[in-house]
Every structure is written in structure tokens, then in C-alpha cells.
């Protein structure tokens, strides 16, 4: 634990944790697409530049009341944690939508707004809820060059990308985000440099903030875009002393199993996994059921592999309220104990053992 002030909320959710599996909620971008939105619905009357049908996390300022009665099914359907729709909230992604500007009031309001749900279902019935501050690994890779003909080129660069998180994780703790969530991370550079930029807002506001890290994989072999493995990846981060590790995206429930189970064994902290619902048919629609996704989860939690679990892509309050009555009654995974020994990783692991 660093000197700052230690997080009221870690200190809750290691207790809930410790009792039972939680459960974060599920999808937000498909959830979204169900309310057929128009052009007119995203854009409100912020009068931007751009077109911003599809820019999701512009609903914060434009049509508020669809978030929220998401954040409520997935709170209805026994969700713990609420995962706040930010996703593409960063500089970079906003740029595609002439948004930029609006960065910090999109997270602000965001937070606030799955704050106040979540201490209401908290109020009514006395269960401790979380928010996590949802961060994407935006649409560049500080590993890999877009350009085949110049690999050494980047089109940005490591300061740039951790003031772009900076000013993401500051407005989402502002808004009254638990915890930050950097999630999806394809690239394993991206994500220390949104770690670095949340140790800096420690460092700024004299508190602990929790970090919760979740990899997502690129193929089955269990390697995300910069090549490196899921126990690469746990060495490199492993430093940030995570609230959480674990997977999302990418694949589903079947695809991910010897992966969690891997990460199960050699992680010291809470594991988080959610996975896709399946994988996506010929038309990119999810058509894995409610009750076959928890039956799959259940396997991991049966097994004392998984201390959270939820959803992502295709998932819905059907899924995660299937998931929640899976594994209802059961403990969440013990925590191990791990020798003291130094791990450090390329793309691949290295442990060296003691003498």
C-alpha cells in the first residue's frame, strides 16, 4: 500500500469479495443499440462539428436517461459494479466526433450519473455497490507502427497518451468513480502509460485510487496485440498492484477457459473476467443465450478461479442475471500467496528462481 490515504472503497470491495463472487454488469454498446437511436438523439443541441451517431459515450451530456436505465437493469439484475459508459471518453477517440473539447465533462457526468445509481440500490437494500471508471486503450498502439513500410514509426507517443488517460481518470474520480478500470488493453505499453497517469493523480490528490486491469486476447494461443502472453502481461503490470486482473472481450466463455484458469493460479489479487456472449454469427450478432453463459462461468467459479464476473460484447441484464443466480452461494477464489521471487517479462515470461 502506498503513503496516501488508503481507498474507503478497495477496503469494501476486498470484504464483499471475500464473502462471495461479485458481479460487474454487462454491455453497454449493444444495450445502446436496442434504443435505435437517432443522429439528432446523440447530437442533442451541443452543435458539434461532426455527425456523432454512434459515439456512444456523448449520451452522458445528450440523452442521459438511456445510460441510466441501463446502469438500473444491470443494478436490478444483481450486478455489484457498474462500469461507466466511457469507454471512447479519451481525447483521441473523441476527435473522430469533433468532441475533444468535452472530454472532461463527458466522464464528469458519466460518473455522477452511475454514482447516483448505484447508491441508491445501495440505500434500498443496504449491499454495497462500486463504480468503475471505464477506460479504453483508445485507437492507437504505442507498441506497433500502423505503417508496414516504417516499423519504427508511432503515431503517438508515451507522454501524449499518459495526459490523454490523465485527463480521462481525473474527471472520472471527480465524478465519483471507485476505481479506474483500464480495460480491453490490447497493447501492454498502453496500459502502464494509463497506469502511470493514475499513480500521478494519486500523487495530485494525495489519495489512493484503485486500478483494475483487464488484457484482451487477439487469438486462442492467449497473446493480445503486442504479443505478449496472459502471464507476460501479469508480470508487467503486476507492479500497479491491482484491485483487479482478468480478461474481457474478445472471445467467450469457452474460448477463455485455459486462459482464466492460468491467471487464476498466478495472480495475487481478485481475478475479473468478462467475457464476450459467444462468439458473433455471420451478421456480428451474439446469439449465445443467458443460460449457457452462466453455466460456462459457473465452471470458473465452481472451480475457485474467478472473484468477479460479468459480460461484454453481446451480453445483457438477461446474462448477467443468469450469472448472478449461477453462482450464487458459492466463495470467490482465494487469493494466493505467492514466493517472493523476481518475475519480468518480454513477450514472453521469466521467472527467476531463487538460488
Given amino acids: 500500500m502506498n503513503a496516501f490515504t488508503p481507498s474507503a472503497a478497495r477496503a469494501a470491495f476486498l470484504a464483499e469479495a471475500a464473502q462471495r463472487i461479485l458481479i460487474t454488469d454487462g454491455a453497454f454498446g449493444t444495450e445502446i443499440q436496442g434504443w435505435k437511436l437517432a443522429e439528432a438523439d446523440y447530437a442533442g443541441t451541443l452543435g458539434l462539428a461532426k455527425d456523432q451517431k454512434g459515439n456512444n459515450d456523448i449520451l452522458a451530456l445528450t440523452k442521459p436517461e438511456v445510460p441510466e436505465a441501463i446502469h438500473r437493469a444491470y443494478f436490478a439484475a444483481g450486478a455489484d459494479i457498474a462500469e461507466t459508459n466511457t469507454f471512447s471518453a479519451n481525447r483521441i477517440s473523441q476527435a473522430d466526433y469533433a468532441a475533444e473539447h468535452l472530454v472532461r465533462e ?206 461484454c460484447c453481446g451480453s445483457t441484464p438477461a446474462h448477467i442475471a443468469a450469472m448472478a443466480k449461477a453462482v450464487q452461494g458459492l466463495p470467490g477464489r482465494t487469493i494466493p500467496a505467492l514466493e517472493p521471487v523476481t518475475r519480468l517479462a518480454g513477450l514472453e515470461p521469466f521467472i527467476m528462481a531463487a538460488a
Wanted: proline content about 5%.
Fill in 106 to 311: 463527458i466522464n464528469v457526468e458519466s460518473a455522477r450519473l452511475a454514482r447516483r445509481v448505484a447508491d441508491e440500490f445501495a440505500a434500498a437494500d443496504g449491499r454495497p455497490r462500486f463504480v468503475a471508471g471505464a477506460i479504453g486503450p483508445t485507437n492507437k498502439t504505442l507498441s506497433l507502427s500502423p505503417d508496414v513500410n516504417d516499423p519504427g514509426f508511432r503515431e503517438i507517443d508515451w507522454d501524449t497518451l499518459v495526459e490523454v488517460y490523465s485527463e480521462q481518470a481525473a474527471a472520472l474520480v471527480e465524478g465519483g468513480a471507485d476505481f479506474i478500470l483500464i480495460e480491453t488493453v490490447f497493447d501492454t505499453l498502453n496500459a502502464k502509460a494509463g497506469i502511470m497517469a493514475v499513480k500521478q493523480l494519486e500523487q495530485a490528490l494525495g489519495r489512493e485510487v484503485p486500478i483494475m486491469l483487464s488484457m484482451t486476447l487477439t487469438d486462442l494461443s492467449g497473446r493480445n496485440l503486442s504479443g505478449h502472453t496472459v502471464e507476460a502481461f501479469w508480470h508487467a503490470v503486476r507492479h500497479a498492484k491491482p484491485l483487479t486482473i482478468g480478461l474481457n472481450c474478445s472471445f467467450g466463455a469457452t474460448q477463455l477457459r485455459p486462459h482464466v484458469k492460468l491467471l487464476s493460479e498466478i495472480a495475487d489479487t481478485a481475478i475479473m473476467v468478462y467475457p464476450n456472449a459467444g462468439l458473433p454469427n455471420e451478421l456480428g450478432a451474439y446469439d449465445e443465450l443467458p443460460d449457457t453463459t452462466a453455466g460456462l462461468v459457473h465452471e470458473w467459479a465452481a472451480a475457485g478461479q474467478v472473484n468477479v464476473l460479468g459480460g
